[in-house]
């Protein structure tokens, strides 16, 4: 028999915010993609280079493929930069290229968040695959256990993704700081790489408030049944 579900609100909703926080963040790039910095410098470029004034010669910085899979690797200590990056001299390329570096130079002074957040990693990896099968299951056999373990691993999800803001957010502080007092961008070039930045802190804030409304969805799913 089919029935109403109401907690699919929280699914629409969580749907239409990563929608919005997505285009937000491509629109932006693309716009500032298209503005070069009056320096000309490849972001791999800049990128190396404050990785040298650092004295972090060991972090590698290489090219990665995709749009906006830009990350930093702990284990490997290597930049990653995606294809419109690595060899763009735009506003764009270069302010996430050094936010990228932030993450490098968080690893390096072993920032508190960062440190809590490659600690969570595996766990809310596993966390994630688990937490629906398991409440899925537990809904259907009217095994309360099994919903409660699943809660739970959604739980770590969700706090991942939480102590994810402050090391983003962190990295963005750094970056911007680095651009404008080493001389990299002049003000109104770090205005527009803010942009780009806050832009991308949006989907990361998006992905919590999904994570938490998703967590919500399993606690009413959990209470009703």
Known sequence: MFFYDPTVILVILGIIVSLWAQIRVQ???????????????????????VLDAYDLRDVQ?????G???????????????????????SLAAIGVA????GHAIQDSEEYFPLRIRSALAPV????SNLAWPLVIAGLIFSFFSLIQIGIICFTAVVFFQLITLPVEFNA????LAI????GYLDREEIKASKKVLNAAALTYLAAALVGI???LRLLLLSRRN
């Open 27 to 49: 629109g932006t790039f693309n716009r500032y993609s298209r503005e070069s910095s009056r320096m000309g410098m490849p972001a791999s470029l800049v990128a190396r280079r």
């Open 61 to 65: 910085v290489k090219g990665v493929s």
């Open 67 to 89: 749009k906006l899979s830009d990350h930093y690797d702990p284990r490997h200590k290597v930049v990653c930069l995606s294809e419109p990056v690595y060899n763009s001299s």
């Open 98 to 101: 050094v936010h990228e570096v």
């Open 124 to 127: 809310a990896s596993i966390g």
């Open 172 to 175: 963005s502080r750094r970056a």
């Open 179 to 182: 651009l404008s007092g080493d």
């Open 213 to 215: 409304l998703q967590l």
